[in-house]
């Protein structure tokens, strides 16, 4: 690759980088052109606000706590159990909200694919529960 650098290596951050659209803390890790990796924790008895994506699709790795899972796409709906080990999809225009239970944080990785452009790309969406999670926009998403 002629003296461009080709690998790069990262640590978990301890803090968060950024609060995600939905609520969730968001530490960043790498990307590579056609997706990136993070790690998304939403706080104990949380639920986070209800969103689309506009061209993106992830995949979550749970890899603690306990919590639950809702996604929407066209006339498919259901609620999961989220917990360490369990691996979920959010394919291309899919609604999804999540919530943590108490006692822990709700932690996973996800790959997004193609890489997060910015902000711009999740839409807030009528969810089933009420978000109770702080966004960088104010509680549950509002100005």
Known sequence: MGGEESFRTRTLPMQPDTVAPDGSDVRLLLEVDGGGLAHFELAPG?????????TVEEIWYFLRGHGEMWRRRGPHEEVVEVLA????????????????????????????????????????????????????????GEP
């Open 46 to 54: 949380r639920t986070s606000v209800a969103v689309t994506h506009r």
């Open 85 to 140: 080990g369990i691996c979920v999809t959010i394919p291309l225009s899919t609604h999804f909200q999540f919530r943590a239970f108490a006692g822990e944080p709700l932690a996973a990785l996800g790959a997004t694919i193609p890489r997060w452009p910015g902000e711009e790309e999740a839409i807030v969406v009528d969810g089933p529960w009420e978000p109770t999670a702080e966004t960088a926009a104010g509680p549950s």
